[in-house]
């Protein structure tokens, strides 16, 4: 299965096994907004979790804070946001189709890069053991030829895109010869920019409604509190404040399921420190989550980092975590180093001061920031993307049909145990319900009766339950269960009595919290 059929199967597996809906699908649903139905919610609420803990709980000197989606319209002017928080976008005259800009020219550069990587594979294949890839990288003409090629044309995207040029983007699109995917023509308009907040009204008479913005990002919540948390929690810096809310954008391009969605949720912590000492905490971050997402256990070389060419008009320094989506390494979480930039603007718009006295220095300064942004839907598909899994089934050395399974870490797994009576009958529902009961308060657990044991399996399989506890005749008599193990579909027989400190042991989220 290549990588556009395993996403294609995703996204209808996601449907029918109440992962994710289209929003207000019986009204054909509504471009790039999406539902979580009863498991993807129970996912993304675990996945929360595991943020929210590592964040502040594990942390003393970070706390976390729940800001409203509306905020004062100055606060966007302050942000940047109304001035720049635009993408260029071109239309394709012939598809009608609109794409980013700058995203053509990243997908033509990605283009080149892996051409590069293909020639040092053959390399490596043709000269074996004698292959040196430095003298190889250095001298290989078609290796030479495509990195100048993508320096040249990095360097006047990025160019073209500091200086706000949007006639030199354009002309670089045509230099490249890029064409539009859908009608292969090279006939594009003019570059245009589109601010993606999305505006509405507040106020109930329509003359006095004022514009207001759907926040596009939860740090300014964070930015607008920095001195109530740090007086009433009594913080010293360094220290920080995290979030999980809403955002919305109004992507131009919103393709790719729930990768880029109109309505999204972030997790940010925004670190504030003394001004001079960004680099070291920036470093700190970026390794810190890194160890955060690598212990989800998704494989490690599923992550990289990708360093930004060009820069948001707040930023010093900044870098994504990428991941390996079934459509290649894309991002799933900026890491900024966002100077004093956000509180010094406020404390301009809003003629507060915005300032910490630091005890040790005896100064006053406005705080920089080091920012940790991470998309929880992105997180979402990237856990689902990895998890599916169509395999077939041996019984007895046989071949014994397919399943499809979600290899979901069990600690963020929705259902983390169904229990089962084998049949319907001899007092075995009611034996299978009372373990239900005692372990209900400590675990999500579902409990199913209906179809035979092997359908039950597949269908918890297919949501990715990790344990099924199988109640039979023999647990009247002995009080044992059998655990079937969702990964290696192996049995296991166990006291009714160890349940609770089995699971607890498999699927508690401390297992994740410890590697931290
Ligand atoms: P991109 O370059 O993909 O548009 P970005 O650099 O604009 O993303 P940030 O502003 O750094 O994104 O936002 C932080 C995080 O929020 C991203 O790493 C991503 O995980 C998430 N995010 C941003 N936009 C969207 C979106 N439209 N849908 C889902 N998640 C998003």
Not at 172 to 185: A, K, M
Not at 335 to 349: A, P
Request: charged share 30%; net charge negative.
């Amino acid at each position: 299965m290549n990588q556009e059929e395993l996403f294609k199967k995703l996204i209808a597996h996601s449907k029918e096994y109440g992962y994710i809906f289209p929003s207000s699908e019986i009204y054909d649903g509504l471009s790039a907004v999406y539902d979580y139905g009863q498991y993807g919610s129970e996912l993304k609420n675990n996945i929360k979790r595991y943020w929210w803990e590592a964040m502040v709980r594990l942390n003393e000197n970070i706390v976390g804070i729940d800001a409203a989606i509306f905020m004062h319209p100055r606060t966007w002017e302050a942000s940047g946001h109304v001035g720049a928080f635009n993408d260029p976008l071109i239309d394709n005259k012939d598809s009608k189709k609109r794409y980013r800009a700058d995203v053509l020219l990243e997908e033509y550069i990605a283009k080149l890069e892996d051409k590069v990587e293909k020639e040092v594979e053959k390399g490596r294949k043709k000269f074996a053991e004698g292959f040196d890839e430095a003298q190889f990288r250095a001298t290989n003409p078609n290796v030479l030829r495509n990195a100048e090629k993508v320096n040249e044309v990095r360097a006047r995207m990025v160019d073209a895109l500091t200086k706000n040029d949007l006639e030199a983007v354009r002309q670089l699109i045509l230099d490249c010869e890029i064409v539009c995917p859908i009608s292969g023509t090279r006939n594009w308009t003019e570059v245009r920019q589109f601010n993606l907040m999305f505006e509405t009204k507040m106020g109930s008479v329509s003359e006095d409604a004022g514009t207001i913005y759907l926040r596009p990002e939860t740090a300014q919540g964070i930015f607008v509190n920095f001195l109530n948390v740090q007086k009433t929690g009594r913080m010293k810096i360094p220290f920080g404040i995290a979030q999980i809310g809403k955002a919305f954008r109004n992507e131009i391009v919103a393709r790719q399921f729930i990768f880029r969605m109109r309505e999204f949720e972030q997790m940010e912590m925004q670190f504030f420190i003394r001004p001079g000492e960004e680099m070291k905490w920036y470093e700190h971050w970026k390794a810190t989550r890194m160890k955060w997402h690598k212990a989800l256990g998704l494989g490690d070389s599923n992550y990289r980092y990708h360093n930004h060419d060009k820069l948001a008009h707040y930023a010093n320094a900044a870098c994504d975590i990428e991941f390996n989506f079934p459509f290649g390494f894309k991002e799933l979480e900026g890491i900024h180093s966002r100077t004093d930039f956000d509180l010094g603007n406020h404390q301009k718009f809003s003629g507060r001061k915005l300032q910490y006295f630091d005890p040790e220095t005896n100064e006053n300064y406005v705080p920089y920031v080091v920012e940790t942004s991470v998309g929880l839907d992105r997180l979402v598909l990237s856990v689902l993307s990895n998890s599916y899994c169509e395999e077939k089934v041996q019984k007895d050395g046989e071949e014994a049909g397919e399943r499809v399974v979600l290899r979901i870490p069990a600690a963020i797994a929705p259902v983390k145990l169904a229990v089962m009576p084998l049949v319907k009958k001899d007092g075995l529902p009611e034996k299978a319900r009372e373990i239900l009961s005692s372990l209900k308060y400590d675990f999500n657990c579902q409990y199913d009766e209906k179809d035979s044991i092997g359908k039950r399996y597949r269908r918890q399989d297919a949501i990715g339950t990790p344990f099924c506890v199988t109640v039979d005749h023999q647990s009247l008599e002995d009080n044992t269960v059998t655990i079937r193990h969702r990964d290696s579909m192996e049995q296991e027989r166990v006291s009714i009595a160890s349940l609770r400190g089995i699971m607890e042991e498999k699927v508690s989220m401390r297992t994740l919290l410890e590697q931290l």
